[in-house]
């Protein structure tokens, strides 16, 4: 998935020889890259920048079982889509809690956004990233990153199981249920604007 | 003639599962190849939006976001073999039996050598024991509760040299918890209340298992925790609290000075 820095293996040595500070130093490297991952699958700067942190502090517990032939990127990565998974699931619980109408996505209806409560505005006014925003709505957590795995970072089926932990054959029915979603949605938005 | 179902029109799209007869397929059904081409538009509007780009400094201040997080032990490199493991694990019993011998051998000796000096103490009476205490300051409180329930959400089960340690931190954040709830209740202060009142009941759970904390127990207050969004309002209070530089006076074992 991404490829292996040569300073990554002498890093996680000194780390575990009791180097905390070099730490920092797979820190500083992966940052950007886990952002990018963080940010397309939350959509969310803030909650991004909670991911790619609590993907390190993760990692850093877990560096004693990190495999010194693997490759660090590649783990991270992994973490990172975990962390962002749990972020996605726990926003997904504080917004049933937080609005007293519940959606079904069987009905037809169309949720929108809090903040913008008149349906039809937003639809004339939705840009791209509220379109994309709006059509994702409506996928559970695992669909929404085994979506953002295949159509946004271009991972092949193989590479979204391994990411997940789930069989290929899985992830593969997460991306097909994502994509009915996702276009059942946009066909609604569609009438509605 | 067979038509794709639109999970094999997405795989396709995706590009697996393609052959040179699926290809012309495709070319000569109009039917699936209308299909193919409004999938393509749908998928098309979900192109990815542009991210943020970050300053070339966004890891150095991630990286000070990531350090003030981190569990203040040093890691230790996990055992290469179990050889090496049972290695330790027979020195450490060594070590152990060693240690009781020697501790009932001079409890024995002692008792035996200093039977009438003990019947003289036995008659008068206790001294008042010394406890030491200490200063606690809300927002210290605060961030050393984090961190506990940061460690405690990444916590690995299945190591108990990370977990335990967990146990003794939330006996020690237990007393000062409880006389700053106390202290909020009586100034009127019910948002403070509220989250020290939650965070009373984690600590509680978490001290109260001598046993130490198994994957269920782990489970059980980490559901806890992410139900009631115990660390988002504790990281709340940490940085918006307006009383962080008041202090409590905490026996240093428990209960309030």
């Keep these: ?193 | 003639m067979k038509h794709y179902t639109e999970e094999e029109l997405v795989e396709r799209y995706y590009g697996s599962g393609r052959s040179a007869t699926d290809d012309r397929h495709l070319d000569e059904c109009e039917q699936c190849s209308a299909a193919f081409a409004a999938l393509e538009i749908d998928l098309a509007a979900m192109r990815p939006v542009e991210t943020p780009e970050k300053s070339e400094h966004y890891g150095e201040q991630m990286w000070a976001r990531v350090q003030a997080a981190m569990p203040s032990r040093t890691l230790r490199e996990a055992p290469k073999s179990r050889l090496a493991l049972w290695r330790g694990l027979a020195f450490a019993a060594g070590c152990g039996v060693l240690i009781t011998v020697s501790f009932y051998g001079g409890r024995m000796y002692e008792h035996l050598q200093q039977r009438p000096v003990l019947d003289a103490h036995r008659r008068a009476p206790d001294p008042v024991p010394q406890q030491k205490v200490v200063v606690v300051v809300l927002g210290d409180h605060l961030d050393r509760s984090e961190r506990l329930l940061v460690e405690l959400k990444h916590a690995d089960p299945s190591n108990p040299e990370l977990v335990n340690p967990l146990t003794e931190e939330a006996r020690g954040l237990l007393a000062a918890n409880r006389i700053f709830r106390d202290d909020a209740q009586r100034e009127g202060d019910p948002a403070l209340t509220q989250v020290l009142s939650h965070l009373d009941k984690v600590l509680t759970e978490i001290s109260n298992r001598p046993a130490g904390l198994d994957a269920a127990a782990l489970d059980q207050i980490r559901n806890e925790m992410n139900a009631d969004g115990l660390l988002f309002e504790v990281r709340v209070l940490r940085s918006k609290n307006p009383h962080r530089n008041k202090a409590v006076r905490v026996a240093a074992r428990g209960g309030a000075a």
């Design chain 1, 1 to 193: 998935m991404c490829s292996m820095s040569q300073g990554d293996g002498a890093a996680i040595q000194a780390v575990l020889a009791g180097d905390r500070e070099a730490f920092g130093e797979l820190v500083k490297r992966h940052s950007r890259m886990l952002f990018r991952l963080a940010f397309r699958m939350t959509g969310n700067e803030a909650d991004a920048d909670d991911v790619v942190q609590d993907a390190f502090l993760r990692a850093y517990q877990k560096l004693a079982t990190f495999e010194s032939r693997a490759d660090f990127g590649t783990w991270i990565y992994r973490i990172a889509v975990h962390c962002a998974l749990d972020r996605l699931e726990r926003r997904k619980q504080d917004q049933a809690r937080q609005v007293s109408e519940d959606y079904d996505p069987e009905d037809g209806g169309v949720q929108v956004a809090d903040s913008k409560p008149d349906p039809e505005r937003l639809a004339i006014s939705m840009e791209i990233a509220d379109l994309q925003q709006a059509a994702m709505r409506g996928l559970t957590a695992m669909e929404r990153t085994a979506f953002v795995l295949r159509h946004v970072e271009e991972r092949s089926t193989e590479e979204i199981a391994a990411a997940l932990d789930v069989t290929p054959n899985t992830a593969k029915q997460s991306v097909y249920r994502a994509v009915q979603k996702v276009r059942r949605r946009l066909t609604q938005l569609k009438v509605m604007a």
